[in-house]
């Protein structure tokens, strides 16, 4: 897994906390830290998380050897 895929990959854990939190309590954190769901800076974060699940879309359709193989030696764990 590559370092983009692996940032796209923590991204998407973020929003998917986010929207339990929003599912639960109904509190969204990210708006909560960067001033409201309208503030500029939420909604690039918002566009980000968004995006991330889109790349991460290509792990869903990779071959499960594809994603257990160790990037440094080519080899299987």
């Known amino acids: 897994m590559g370092g ?3 940032f796209a990959l923590v991204l ?3 929003g998917a906390i986010n929207w339990g939190l ?3 309590f109904q509190f969204d954190l ?3 830290i ?3 769901q309208d503030s500029a800076l939420s909604r ?3 566009g980000l998380v968004g995006i ?3 790349v991460n879309l290509g792990l869903l359709f990779m071959p499960t050897d594809e994603r257990e193989r160790s ?3 080519g080899t299987t764990r």
């Open 4 to 6: 983009l895929q692996r």
């Open 30 to 32: 990210v708006a909560a």
């Open 34 to 36: 960067f001033g409201g």
């Open 12 to 14: 998407t854990i973020i």
């Open 52 to 54: 991330a699940g889109l």
């Open 44 to 46: 690039i974060i918002f």
């Open 22 to 24: 929003i599912g639960f």
């Open 71 to 73: 990037p440094e030696t």
